[in-house]
């Protein structure tokens, strides 16, 4: 075994109630929204069915003190998705507690010997 390409790493979630509230999927399905301002597009991307898109939003606006999605229905030019400001703030929270996170594994792994 080549103990020099070893690595850590570790999934963060948040639950709220027992249920996930936010992990790295939801994360980077918000992401995607942001990106392509739909979520048909945003699932597409993921190669994910519309519907476990769609629900994925719902848990995530059911379960945040506010609503971190907005979906505009389709009509004539079509639905959009757009992250609210509240939804940014804790998609970068999340996101800095990830990278401060790895780089905290990645300094305790430097003191294990294998």
Sequence with gaps: MDHNNIEAGCRIWFEKGG???????KAALLKHI????????????????Y????YSIQQLNEN????????????????????TEYGRRI?????ELCKKT???LDDALRNISF
């Design 19 to 25: 249920e996930t509230f936010l992990a790295p999927g």
């Design 102 to 104: 790895k780089a905290f």
């Design 64 to 83: 945040a003190p506010e609503t971190m999605v907005v979906l505009h229905r389709g009509g004539a030019k079509g639905g959009n998705a757009e992250i």
């Design 34 to 49: 942001s990106e392509k301002g739909s979520l048909r597009k945003a699932a597409s991307e993921m190669n994910m069915s």
């Design 91 to 95: 998609l970068e929270q999340y996101d």
């Design 51 to 54: 519907r476990k898109a769609w």
